[in-house]
């Protein structure tokens, strides 16, 4: 039989299936593969995360990183000239601190060093498989304490994704709990054949119409119910996911996906 062949038992064999199975299941419905990706990020599976990817993109992502890093996407830095230009009244020396710090933030390595934290160079990130790659860029954007990804260690101020970042609280940081915004998955949007955009809004609190609002007696009830309602479906995120050649979906890899680590679904 052919599991022995490769080496397996009847019972190793009948476990693959299973598995096989049990994955092409879930990727059977855009919305289920957002769920699974958040869940396989909470427990920090990755094999399983990267399951859920579509390979294409996975590599793709992982280019266009490697581009955007290498002198491909670097652009003619400021001169001092230009900038005395623009602002005549600044003396030269200011001008020429302002310049060095402008420059030294558009370099690519310094970029690397801040969207890759645990990426040194170019070449390392070359070398890197491209699922690696989509791994260590996730674990950079992950809400954790005291590792090599800790928000202790690691802080966004100086970066260009400051809004990627949740800090966390003291109470957080003292305690087994981390708090993750909940979401709920509406559902998706085909977009032709191929794409599915997989909706989700801000879970929020539920609102019970006897609620004191805030000392603003004069707003009528009805109104505050709607802005209350409008609250929780103020703040959208999207993922895009493409169907494969076997029928099932999987998650483009994109930088817009940098909100996955630091949610949860509400199921």
Same mark, same amino acid.
């Given at each position: 039989? #052919?599991?022995?062949?490769?080496? #397996?038992? =009847? ?5 693959? #299936?299973? %598995?096989?199975?049990?994955? @092409?299941?879930?990727m059977s419905h855009p919305s289920q593969i957002i ?5 396989? =990020? ?14 294409? $993109?996975?590599? @793709? ?13 670097? $652009? ?26 402008? /420059? ?9 060093? =801040? !969207?890759?934290?645990?990426?040194? $160079? ?5 070398? #890197? ?6 791994? %260590? ?5 992950? =809400?954790? %304490?005291? +590792? ?12 260009? !994704? ?27 949007? @085909? +977009?032709?054949?191929?794409?599915? *955009?997989?909706?989700? @809004? *801000? ?12 000392? +603003? ?14 609250? /929780? ?20 890899? !994109?930088? /817009? ?11």
């Amino acid at each position: 039989m #052919l599991v022995f062949a490769i080496g #397996l038992s =009847i019972s190793e064999g009948d476990d693959l #299936l299973t %598995r096989a199975t049990l994955l @092409r299941e879930t990727m059977s419905h855009p919305s289920q593969i957002i769920t699974d990706a958040v869940a396989a =990020i909470d427990r920090e599976d990755w094999a399983a995360f990267i399951d859920l990817c579509d390979p294409v $993109s996975v590599r @793709r992502f992982k280019n266009e990183l490697v581009w955007q890093f290498s002198d491909n996407g670097y $652009s003619r830095g400021v001169e001092v000239e230009d900038f005395l230009e623009e602002m005549p009244e600044i003396p030269r020396e200011v001008a020429e601190h302002y310049v060095e710090e402008m /420059n030294s933030k558009r370099d690519p390595a310094y970029r690397l060093s =801040i !969207e890759l934290s645990t990426v040194s $160079s170019l070449a390392e990130l070359q070398g #890197l498989e491209p699922a690696e790659v989509l791994v %260590r860029w996730l674990q950079s954007r992950m =809400i954790r %304490r005291e +590792d090599d990804f800790s928000v202790r260690k690691w802080g966004p101020s100086r970066g260009l !994704e400051v809004t990627e970042i949740r800090r966390l609280s003291q109470e957080e940081l003292d305690s087994d709990f981390i708090y993750k915004p909940q979401y709920v998955v509406l559902g998706s949007v @085909r +977009d032709g054949s191929e794409f599915a *955009h997989v909706i989700c @809004r *801000h879970a929020g609190r539920s609102y019970a119409p006897d609620e004191e609002d805030s000392g +603003d007696y004069s707003t009528p009830q009805d109104e505050a119910a709607l802005s209350h309602a409008l609250e /929780n479906r103020s703040l959208m995120l999207t993922a895009l996911c493409r169907r494969q050649a076997d029928g099932t979906w999987r998650l483009i890899a !994109e930088r /817009n996906l940098f909100f996955l680590p630091q949610m949860s679904i509400v199921t």
